[in-house]
């Protein structure tokens, strides 16, 4: 009889054992999880770019000598690093895919905005190329930054499933 | 306490739409402010044209500035998506987990 109490303890521990198991290996993984460092970054990145050219904008004037590229040419390069860096971390990251790509795209269109400015040499740019210029790389960080903050969406009702389960 | 399946499928269909139900006003409003996005750009690239001032190039080379933000705006929703079907179906399966621990017996 005492054999036969242990025993059932004993299957009843184990079944436990492989239930705790299978239910840490059943979550639906499908994109990377949200990462508020990255998140973070994200909107730092984006506050940068709208300086940047609003600034341009409010204290240069078009066919201004103080428009001229040479000016930018070091806020340029402090930009392309901040989005180089977010385009290497999330190109690193499992199911990411599409992020990886909002970002490249955000990058390369940097990229061209840039040689706009430069132009054939030490180049300038007109009032509207500014603000279009300005309008697209934020609907560009825009994107990203919804990409990255939507990991979150339905993230409380889980949450709140997993700590009653628990 | 035995393991009703009936009932358990009915929770986890209930936590799919609760998830579901939940998440889509917030996934509304983020294609709202890619909408309201899109109309600013697109006005600012009208008024440069009509005054005169974006040659016809220029007017190319930003609509596909404009086909690479959609295509960005496009991925940020899929990703949407992704994250309320994620959401739907861990919360399916942790309805159906508490249904099987509650059926095993108790040490």
Known sequence: MHKLIQQKRL???????????????????????????????????????????????????????????????????????????????????????????????????????????????????????????????????????????????????????????? | MGFDISATLQSMEGAVKNTVTTAWPQAQAIWASFEQTNKNILADMATATISGQMSKAELQSYLDDMKTTLQAQLLATEIMALAVAQAAANAALDIFWAAVNAAIPTI
């Open chain 1, 11 to 166: 299957l009843a521990a184990l079944l436990l054992i492989v239930n705790a198991l299978s239910f840490s290996a059943c979550k639906v993984q499908l994109i990377s999880a949200y990462d508020d460092a990255i998140h973070t970054q994200i909107t730092t990145a984006s506050k940068d770019i709208d300086t940047f050219y609003t600034q341009m904008l409010a204290t240069t004037t078009q066919g201004s000598t103080a428009r001229q590229y040479s000016n930018y040419a070091s806020a340029y390069a402090t930009i392309e690093v901040e989005l180089r860096q977010l385009y290497t971390i999330n190109s690193t990251r499992a199911k990411n895919a599409q992020q990886d790509t909002i970002c490249k795209l955000t990058l390369n269109q940097w990229l061209k905005y840039e040689a706009m400015h430069k132009g054939t040499g030490n180049g300038t740019l007109m009032d509207f190329q500014i603000t279009l210029n300005r309008d697209f790389m934020l609907a560009k960080m825009q994107a990203m930054e919804v990409s990255e903050r939507v990991k979150m969406l339905g993230a409380s009702q889980t949450a709140t499933t997993n700590t009653t389960n628990q």
